[in-house]
Structures are given as C-alpha cells and as structure tokens.
C-alpha cells in the first residue's frame, strides 16, 4: 500500500509570490489534514478535508486554503508568501484514528 | 482551548531506561497519541492511548491517566537509533467527526553512548 505522496518536497519561492502544495492520501482514506511545522511553533493545524469539504479549519490567515478533489488528492495554496511562512508543510491521511504523514514539503520564503 | 505541554529536550544513555511525559488541559478528550519524528522526517504512529493504563509495544510502552490529565511514553532499552523528536497529540473528539490532533511543541531526545 503506498504512503502519502506530497510533492514537492522543497521549495524556494519570493516574498509575495504564491505556492501550491500537493498531497496524495493512501489509498481509500478519505481524510487528509494539513500541518504547519516550524520549530518555535511545532506542528500546527491548517485544515482537514473529507470528501471535497473542509471540515476543520485552524486558526490561520486567509492566505492559506486548500481544496480536495473527486480522488481525494489535496491542494494547499499560500498566496501573498511572508517570510514567517517558512516552514516544513505536512499532509496526513486517516480512515479513523491517527494519522499517516507524508514527508513534507520544505517551503523557504526568500 | 487545548494545551499540551512536555519537555523541550531530555538525554539519556544507551541502553537505559527514559520517561517522556505530556500533560494536557483539552476542552474535549477522547484520545493520546505519541509520534516519533527523526530530523528531516514525517511522523511516525508509535501509540494510541483512548482508556487509563499502559499500552507495552515492544520496546516501547504508553500511560494515560484521564483523570490526571497525564500521559508517558516510556522508552526501554535505548538504542542510538531513538534519538529522535517525540510528539505528544491530543484527540478532541470522538466517533467519525471532524478529525483534529492538537499537537504538543514535541520532547527532542538525545541517545548518548
């Protein structure tokens, strides 16, 4: 069974610029959450989808948003990119308790 | 509110025996996870605790005391390969809903020779 899929794993962008991130949940979970994790913050929670809806929402600017399609796949997007954005961005899957993780996405905003 | 605290950082020799611990204060709890996250990793499941008691996984074991607010991960037998970054999660809410881990700032472990 292969894991969460996010991709890229790194990226450089400009202040001001906009992002997008993808993730690809394990097959058949229908969840998929978003985390920020820096290192003063820990990990912090975007948003969660669950078949096309946002469920949850963190306590975050309205720069960022995020989408989930028919295939569960999900997009964040950060528009407007501050330098305070910078950090390691996680998507997790779940069918019920916790989570499986992908790897991340490193964001450094220049 | 949620708030999960643990220490920042512990260190411990090889071989031994070390007890991480995680409180919290939750407005709704329905259950405890601990991750283990290695520098420049994702997180990795390592327990789920929902009742009171201790959960033993091997090398590793999990206490929860609901009523206290408390939760340990206990780490037996440490090898170099554990050191790494553990995160205490809290569950705010039960059955199938909206799914949120509210996460503490994590407890970096140092495994010395």
């Known amino acids: 069974k292969a894991g969460v899929t996010q991709t890229p794993r790194y990226l450089i962008k400009t202040r001001g610029q906009q992002v997008t991130l993808s993730c690809s949940p394990i097959?058949?979970?229908?969840?998929v959450s978003w985390y920020q994790q820096t290192p003063g913050q820990g990990l912090q929670f975007l948003f969660e989808?669950?078949?096309?809806?946002?469920?949850n929402k963190g306590n975050f600017p309205g720069r960022f948003s995020g989408r989930q399609f028919s295939n569960s796949r999900s997009e964040m997007n950060v528009s407007t990119l501050e330098l305070g954005d910078s950090a390691l961005y996680l998507c997790?899957?779940?069918?019920?308790?916790?989570?499986?993780f992908g790897s991340g996405t490193r964001l450094t905003v220049v | 509110g949620q708030n999960i605290d643990q220490p920042t950082e512990m260190t411990a020799t090889e071989g031994a025996i070390v007890q991480i611990n995680c409180t919290y204060q939750?407005?709704?709890?329905?259950?405890l996870f601990w991750y283990q996250q290695h520098a420049g990793e994702a997180p990795t499941f390592l327990s789920y605790?929902?009742?009171?008691g201790l959960e033993e996984k091997g090398r590793f074991s999990s206490f929860l005391s609901r009523s206290k607010g408390y939760s340990y991960l206990l780490l037996k037998e440490l090898q170099m390969k554990d050191s790494a970054s553990y995160l205490c999660?809290?569950?705010?809410?039960?059955?199938?809903?909206?799914?949120?881990?509210?996460f503490g700032k994590g407890t970096k472990l140092s495994v010395i020779p």
């Open positions: 989808y669950f078949s096309e809806t946002q469920r």
């Open positions: 939750t407005s709704g709890f329905n259950g």
């Open positions: 097959s058949g979970h229908r969840s």
């Open positions: 999660a809290v569950s705010p809410r039960s059955g199938a809903g909206s799914y949120q881990l509210t």
């Open positions: 605790n929902v009742l009171d």
């Open positions: 997790a899957s779940s069918e019920g308790y916790g989570y499986t």
